[in-house]
């Protein structure tokens, strides 16, 4: 989902907004092997840019590490089947592969995610991509207004729903 902004005014709010952590960013992910436990909590583990010649990776890091920067991400499991969840995360901060870390770091990467860990195929079917969705944003518009903004499912990430059931 991509935030654009019709006036510099406009954009400048959102823009603020946006650093503030005032805009709710909701993400859906298919993860394996099966659902956290908990089923829902919070991520609360700190990451650090790590470049490996012209990539660039984070890395989970002990909290005083000189280039630690905070992450926190909630996650909720929406359902699970065998040896696999689809889960709802809201990160409080956004750090580059966030998402994708945190979940690789409590065991369950993102399917597709060969980068941090996340199985390539699912019950004998390659994965179609990162199964990663922004799904909703949720944010005050600069006129005052409540705005929710949703996205639905891609129909390959539906595909990969329908055939785990």
Known sequence: MILTAKTKPAAATLGKAMMARRVKKTYLALVTPGAPDPREGTIEVPLRRDEQGREAYMRVCPPDHADAET?????RTLGAVDGSALLELSPRTGRM???RVHL???GRPIIGDARY???LTLQGTAAPRLLLHAFALSFTHPNGTKMDLYAPLPDD????LARLG
């Open 104 to 106: 690789a770091s409590i």
């Open 97 to 99: 592969h966030q998402l």
């Open 157 to 160: 990430f539906t595909g990969v």
């Open 117 to 119: 860990g996340g199985a």
């Open 71 to 75: 992450a926190f991400t909630r996650y």
